[in-house]
């Protein structure tokens, strides 16, 4: 944050829990950077799943959202949440119920005004979609979730200092192409529509969104690989603060060997890539 303290988020295993098997939970803890982290904050119930994969995110001031999705039963997982305000976890929030095994990992955002958000996608029949849960400033998340796209997965999302919502993720056309999507929230406000922003793959193809970001100026970048024939590349789209998305640009040819592709946005809008590649 903007006094030099971090927090971690990890999934922790309890040696000796209380009832055998159910030795899973969710654990934060902060402190000053180049100081050791005190013990641990547990923030959810113990659970018997080795899957938790929680999610934090953080501005300036100190508020943080924790998230994740966690097995309650044989047959059902729940998606829940905790907001630091003030210093101080709030109580465990239940976003939604929804079938075991059917949601991806959540990603979550935070401005300095402390609204948030929190973004997933979930199988549904033969196909899934993105849903998501806002929280305006200085309030809980509300009841109920978004629909926010159908016939997508795997999305992404940031939130601009006093201004939008960008939620980016990939759509599914026709059952073996894809294509990058994003749409924009004004602050408080409805979700706008979805626009696509890289060409489609290939039959058979793919396309995965790998960043969502704000540059200094405030224009909005969402980078993402896109699979050409044998090979793939990486892509990027901008939006300025007054404008639609720019047509995308390639980033960089990762090849076919390239993987675990990352981006990053540099305070002037230049777009970073790095990824691993296999050599010999």
């Known amino acids: 944050d903007g006094a030099g303290n971090a927090t971690v988020v990890w999934k922790g295993r309890r040696a000796a829990p209380a009832t055998p098997g159910v030795d899973d939970f969710v654990a934060a803890s902060t402190a000053p950077i180049g100081t050791l982290f005190p013990a641990p904050e547990v923030l959810s119930p113990d659970a018997a799943d080795d899957f938790i994969v929680p ?27 905790r907001i630091r305000m003030g210093g ?11 079938p075991a095994n059917t949601v991806g990992e959540v990603a979550v955002a935070i401005e300095d005004d402390g609204e948030a958000a929190i973004v997933w996608s979930r199988e549904v029949g033969p196909s899934s979609v993105v849903e998501g849960a806002f929280r305006a400033p200085g309030a809980t998340f509300p009841g109920g979730v978004q629909v926010l796209a159908a016939g997508a997965s795997g ?25 990058a999507q994003a749409a924009i929230r004004s602050p408080g406000g409805s979700l706008g529509p979805a626009v696509d922003l890289s060409q489609p793959s290939e039959p058979g193809g793919f396309v995965s969104v790998r960043a969502v970001g704000f540059d200094a100026s405030g224009a909005a970048v969402v980078g993402w690989r896109r699979s050409k024939g044998d090979s793939s590349v ?12 720019e047509p995308a640009v390639q980033v960089a040819d990762i090849g076919a060997t390239g993987g675990s592709l990352a981006f990053g946005i540099e305070p002037g809008g230049d777009v970073v890539a790095a990824w691993r590649e296999r050599i010999g």
């Open 234 to 245: 990486a892509e990027a789209a901008r939006r300025p603060v007054a404008g639609p998305f």
């Open 155 to 179: 999305p992404l999302v940031a939130v601009a200092s006093g201004g939008p919502t960008v939620i980016a993720w990939s759509r599914i056309l026709d059952g073996d192409r894809t294509v």
């Open 88 to 98: 101080a976890f709030g109580p465990l929030r239940e976003l939604a119920r929804v």
């Open 55 to 81: 999610r934090i995110a953080m501005n300036s001031s100190g508020e943080a959202v924790v998230a994740w999705v966690r097995q309650v039963s044989p047959t059902e997982d729940a998606i829940e949440a």
